[in-house]
């Protein structure tokens, strides 16, 4: 039973486990690791009285802390997913490490009110949806925004008919605006139309006028001639 064969057969076996295994966990290793090769990655911190919450869609992930008179000064941000907030009272300021790297030159921030907001840009496209914002334990006070939130399904469902609906609107707006145009154009045209018309008769109207002041004494003259002609009858007779 302890055939050469069924050795080696054991062996191929426990030797794809272990490649199976090693390959699954260098996947893991690529896209979990946040900080570069050969660097510490940064512990997050988030003081007691600040909440974060966040959520996430394909391409950005959206963060807003908020705290009671906040100012933030600076917020400062790499690549490899570290954030630090520098804000005018120690007890507002936090360090973020994000659990992959991101695109700081299409990211941004800015504030409303007392809440910091900031539309981070994830630098693996294509990955699933992070299942944490940062590297290490949960902490308490950061949270996921259950309302703003969408899962990969839904907003793979989403997207289809959100460009499909911008692409009905764009081509309704175009629409619009054609018939906009056309209508001002029927109007204007005619408004035209009746200004040339008004125009011709007012122009004949006058033109009627000056030709009758123009007959007025030819008929006087044919008037006068025929009286004449009557006065001469009548001496005649």
Not at 165 to 176: L, S, V
Request: include cysteine; proline fraction near 3%; aromatic fraction near 6%.
């Amino acid at each position: 039973m302890n055939s050469p064969q069924k050795r080696a057969a054991t062996s191929t076996c426990e030797v794809l486990d272990l490649s199976s295994a090693l390959l699954q966990s260098i996947a893991m290793t690529d896209t979990a690791l946040v900080a570069a090769p050969g660097t510490a990655l940064v512990k997050s911190h988030v003081p007691v009285g600040i909440k974060v919450k966040w959520y996430q869609r394909k391409e950005h992930i959206w963060v807003d802390i908020e705290a009671p008179d906040m100012e933030v000064e600076e917020v400062v941000w790499d690549d490899t997913g570290l954030i630090e907030v520098k804000a005018k009272e120690t007890k507002h300021c936090l360090t973020m490490q994000l659990l992959h790297r991101i695109h700081t030159h299409d990211s941004r921030w800015w504030m409303s009110g007392r809440c910091l907001k900031m539309e981070i840009a994830k630098a693996e496209y294509g990955l699933a949806h992070w299942d944490r914002l940062m590297v290490g334990e949960k902490l308490p006070n950061v949270l996921i925004d259950w309302t703003s939130w969408i899962d990969e399904a839904e907003e793979a469902e989403v997207r289809p008919r959100t460009r499909y609906h911008t692409h009905t609107q764009a081509h309704h707006a175009r629409n619009h605006t054609h018939n906009i145009f056309s209508s001002r154009a029927r109007i204007a045209c005619a408004g035209a139309q009746r200004a040339v018309r008004s125009r011709r008769a007012a122009d004949g109207e006058r033109d009627g006028r000056a030709l009758g002041q123009q007959r007025r004494p030819d008929d006087e003259g044919e008037a006068a001639g025929a009286e004449g002609q009557h006065l001469c009858t009548g001496r005649r007779g």
